[in-house]
């Protein structure tokens, strides 16, 4: 079955740190470049964080900088965001996805992962 499963969130309070996972199967997974993506209240999906298949190169969003890691293990198959320094505008729902959104035509959105920090 192809799907994307992600797992991890939770109610954490400023300044605190999680880690999301995200479990892929029933595709090539180590063959496609990936990336976490997220959407918060009232706002579109954006893109946060990407690695390449090989875990060669990785990229962010200029807000999460210095406080989000995106790693990956092509043989689990698994995606992880460490998200530390957790802030109030960092609430939002966590999908992993390639980093085309659409591509590969057959990959759906998962759940999602709910993040919600306080203050």
């Known amino acids: 079955q192809v799907q994307l499963v992600e797992s991890g969130g939770g109610l954490v309070q400023s300044g605190e740190s999680l880690t999301l996972s995200c479990t892929a199967s029933g595709f090539n997974f180590s063959s496609y470049t990936m990336a976490w993506y997220r959407q918060g209240p009232r706002k579109e999906r954006e893109l946060v964080a990407v690695?390449?298949?090989?875990?060669?190169?990785?990229r962010y969003t200029d807000s999460v900088k210095g406080r989000f890691t995106i790693s990956r293990d092509n043989v689990k198959p698994m995606v992880y965001l460490q998200m530390n320094n957790l802030k109030r505008d960092d609430t939002a729902v966590y999908y992993c996805?390639?980093?085309?959104?659409?591509?590969?035509?057959?990959?759906?959105w998962g759940q999602g992962t709910q993040v919600t920090v306080f203050s």
């Open positions: 690695i390449t298949s090989s875990a060669g190169s990785t």
């Open positions: 996805h390639t980093d085309t959104p659409g591509f590969p035509w057959f990959l759906s």
